[in-house]
């Protein structure tokens, strides 16, 4: 499918919105326009691409150019942005999460019920080659029905420098959770197939931002000052997510722990079970068998690691441009899921006890079926 008639603004032209723009122009789009609040951020997107750039995201969308909005801002700001492009007849695609808070997340999903345009939301870890290999895999039945997931997005020292947006709750609605967390909690859901979740137990903690003696070997935030902005936000979160039918989540993030780094789903089936990197191109299957004696079984798939997963997500997205077809995959009503139990992972925390999860109607039907009888 060819991709050379739409045209692509880009709303937030950090590291994201540039990479977001790179992939859509290496996939036959065209990119028209981008906008962004910073000057210096506007005159470089400009340049590079040749294209006339806005202080203001509604002049972007008003530009007939463009006939699809890419959405890389702060959390906070994802909804006005997308709101205004759907009402205008753009597609739109909007980085995770959906939004910051779950109150605004539900505005923009209402928007998307009623805009005669498609969104589609920036989950691109479920289009890697590990994730394709894994969802193939259960789809033919290899691990039975699945049980369990452990997922994790743990970094030894990584927490964004204090005074980026990171850090700030009211733009970005959390922080170690609702920045990397969000990754291992989508892909656990969405290799379950999206099942309904009923309760939620969790706490989250702010650890590190305080200390002004805080080690960040790898300089990852950028001449650490823990007294140079705001720090209000979680910096670590366990939580435990029980579905109506059954099965369950464990699930671990952290920007900075003493503890070695990892980003791994565990997924468990009554018949067989897998590892993967969340992101990778790998994929571990962890079998039994009887046959001579009892024995185990690992089989180690390497998959194609010219696979990216923001390239194929955009590649998906740019389809459903296309062809005016709602998504498959990547769907509001799954992100309002996802935000619904980052919620009450949250509310979980400030309570100190568990929490129900209330899922709305219009969330009642999951896109995503690949459980084995």
């Not at 122009?25 to 065209?30: E, Q, T």
């Not at 920036?122 to 895999?137: D, K, P, V």
């Not at 979680?234 to 699930?251: E, K, N, W």
Request: proline share 4%.
């Amino acid at each position: 499918m060819k991709f050379d008639n739409i045209g692509v603004g880009v709303v937030g032209l950090g590291g994201m919105g540039q990479l977001h723009a790179n992939s859509m122009h290496d996939l036959g789009a065209s990119v028209v326009a981008g906008a962004d609040v910073s000057p210096p951020q506007r005159e470089r997107f400009g340049r590079e691409f040749g294209v006339p750039t806005y202080e203001d995201h509604d002049d972007l969308v008003a530009d007939e150019h463009v006939d699809a909005v890419v959405v890389t801002t702060p959390n906070r700001f994802h909804e006005p942005i997308a709101v205004a492009a759907l009402e205008a007849g753009r597609d739109v695609l909007v980085e995770k999460p959906l939004a910051h808070t779950l109150e605004s997340a539900e505005r923009i999903a209402a928007a998307a019920r009623k805009a005669d345009a498609e969104c589609m939301v920036g989950f691109h870890n479920r289009h890697t080659a590990g994730t394709t290999m894994l969802t193939e895999q259960h789809a033919r039945g290899r691990f039975g029905p699945l049980t369990h997931v452990e997922a994790n997005y743990v970094r030894r020292r990584g927490i964004p420098g204090p005074g980026s947006w990171f850090t700030n709750a009211d733009l970005a609605g959390g922080g170690a959770l609702i920045d990397i967390g969000v990754h291992a909690l989508d892909l656990s859901l969405y290799v379950l197939g999206f099942p309904e979740v009923v309760e939620v137990s969790a706490t989250t903690r702010s650890t590190f931002g305080g200390e002004e003696s805080y080690a960040d070997p790898d300089g990852f935030g950028e001449n650490w000052s823990a007294d140079s902005g705001t720090y209000d936000v979680d910096d670590s979160v366990s939580a435990f997510i029980r579905c109506a039918d059954g099965r369950t989540i464990s699930l671990e993030a952290a920007w900075a722990t003493n503890r070695e780094p990892s980003s791994e789903l565990h997924v468990r089936g009554t018949q067989a079970g897998a590892r993967m990197e969340i992101g990778g191109t790998d994929l571990s299957i962890l079998e039994t068998g009887t046959v001579g004696c009892d024995h185990y079984a690992d089989t180690d798939l390497t998959g194609d690691a010219s696979i990216t997963g923001y390239k194929q997500q955009d590649r998906e997205f740019l389809a459903c441009v296309a062809s005016g077809h709602e998504p498959a995959t990547n769907t509001v009503g799954e992100a309002l899921t996802v935000q619904r139990v980052i919620d009450a992972i949250y509310r979980s925390s400030e309570t100190g006890r568990a929490v129900e999860v209330e899922r709305r109607e219009h969330e009642a039907a999951p896109t995503i079926r690949r459980e084995s009888s």
